[in-house]
């Protein structure tokens, strides 16, 4: 019988790959609480309309790439494409705006859109993402940029870009558009067949074509930036001034636009040269009318969502993080001995230091030689003659140094034990 793979465009994390996973995620959990944001769990599902009517219907998102199903109550479910529906649909039900103030949240978890699988990009992948709602400050903008370029510059990525834009309200867009239409029309002939739909559909996604003939017409379209209101202008004019403040280097990009239909003002991407074609780690922007849109009161919010597989594949590039090697590793033999180890494996543990049990009940030499493969620092011995004599063997592996020690001294004591062995475990 033939084995069952995992699905196409879903992957399982394995060590030592897992290690930097686990990297990023308590590295991105310190400086988020640092920044004062509050970790929201959403359910991985959603009712179809939440992301129809949040990402927008017109977006390869919806029309193409969401896993929808009709659950056995008859309602349309969709497995989330992204986080800030959820997000913005939880601030809602939970009335969070009711606490006053500015709500900054921040999630990860696993996202699922049917899209092709290729490196970098997959059907099932992972988020880290933040949300700050309730302020239209250019401040806020400022800083959900900020924080995700220290997060990205403490993981020691280099060799990112941030790309902004500005993508204006409402009435610019409008504005914007009608130009795109009346410069593209001429052209509809020459254009992409996805292109030409957008063309009545959502215009500003032509500028996102990735067809090369698309892409020479794209060259000469009008800007974005000679659409932009005064107000507009003067909300990205000050976005750009307090991230030159901080120090951020960033990219004027008018050709940016985002594959999400809810987006005014900034928006903007952080790209990597390292990652070929899919080369956004960092997507995200302001999304003033969302909110509104989804039925909640009118309330401003700017965020972005990291693409952790990205950042992984980056993390690789750099050197890979190995597995935590044990302190202790116990090695035993008999029934009683046995016994007695899980016992003083248990006591390791709970005094701090990562102890491994010898399971295999195999000939000590041989326990042994897996204790030094597994880089354990020392091998404990528990045979008969321990057991009786209440003594076990401390062998440290690297020095093959060897000592005796009172069971009780871990069993009965095990902070005194961890106070005398903890400085020569952390050299
Ligand atoms: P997005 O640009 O669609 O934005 O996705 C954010 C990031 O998720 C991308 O830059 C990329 O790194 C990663 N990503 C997207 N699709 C895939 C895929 N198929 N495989 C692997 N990685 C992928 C959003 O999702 C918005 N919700 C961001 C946001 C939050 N805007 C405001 N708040």
């Known amino acids: 019988m033939s084995s069952i793979q995992a699905s196409r465009g879903t992957r399982d994390i394995l060590a030592p790959e897992i290690y930097d996973w686990q990297h990023l995620e308590a590295l991105a959990r310190r400086i988020l609480a640092q920044a004062a944001y509050t970790e929201i769990r959403t ?38 494409p992204e986080g800030t529906a959820g997000a913005v649909r939880a601030f809602i039900e939970h009335k969070l705006f009711a606490q006053g103030g500015v709500q900054r949240l921040w999630y990860t978890g696993a996202m699922f859109r049917y899209e092709r699988p290729q490196a970098g990009r997959q059907r099932q992948f992972h988020q ?3 949300e700050v709602l309730g302020s239209k400050d250019p401040r806020a903008d400022a800083e959900v940029i900020a924080i995700a ?31 795109l239409v009346d410069y593209f029309t001429p052209y509809e002939a020459e254009l992409d067949a ?12 032509i500028l996102d074509s990735k067809d090369k003939r698309t ?61 070929g074609a899919q080369s956004a780690v960092c997507g995200g922007g302001r999304y003033d009318r969302l909110v509104a849109e989804l039925g909640g009161a009118d309330t401003p919010a700017v965020g972005w969502a990291i693409g952790l ?19 202790f590793y116990l090695v035993s033999r ?6 007695k180890a899980l016992f003083v494996a248990q006591s390791l543990r709970r005094a701090g230091f990562i102890t491994e049990l010898d399971l295999s009940g195999a000939k000590f030499d041989k326990q042994l030689k897996r204790a030094s493969s597994a880089g354990a620092k020392a091998a404990l011995i528990l045979g008969e003659s321990e057991v009786a004599s209440g003594q076990l063997q401390l062998k440290w592996l690297a020095t093959g140094e060897q000592q005796a020690i009172a069971l009780t001294d871990i069993t009965a004591n095990p902070e005194t034990f ?9 050299s």
Not at 237 to 257: C, K, M, T, W, Y
Not at 334 to 339: D, M, N, P, R, V
């Open 309 to 327: 597989e990205r950042l992984v594949l980056l993390l690789q590039k750099l050197s890979q993080r190995t597995a935590p090697t044990a302190d």
């Open 149 to 179: 370029s220290d997060f990205l510059t403490e993981l020691g990525l280099t060799d990112l870009v941030v790309d902004l834009n500005s993508v204006g309200n409402a009435e610019d867009r409008l504005a914007y558009r009608g130009a």
């Open 334 to 339: 008999g029934e009683l001995a046995e016994a």
């Open 43 to 80: 359910p991985s599902f959603e009712a179809t309309e939440l992301f129809a009517r949040g990402i927008g219907e017109t977006t390869d998102i919806v029309g193409k790439e969401m896993y929808t199903f009709v659950d056995k109550g008859d309602r349309s479910l969709t497995l989330r």
């Open 128 to 130: 880290l993402g933040v």
């Open 194 to 205: 996805d292109s030409r739909d957008r063309l009545t559909r959502n215009p500003l996604r």
């Open 418 to 426: 961890r106070q005398t062995f903890s400085q020569r475990f952390s």
């Open 215 to 275: 892409q020479e017409i794209v060259q000469a379209a009008p800007s974005i930036l000679d659409y932009l209101g005064a107000e507009s202008q003067k909300h990205f004019e000050r976005v750009r001034s307090l991230l030159q403040d901080l120090g951020i280097a960033f990219r004027l990009n008018p050709r940016l636009v985002r594959g999400l239909d809810y987006y005014t003002h900034t928006a903007f991407e952080i790209q990597s040269t390292l990652l």
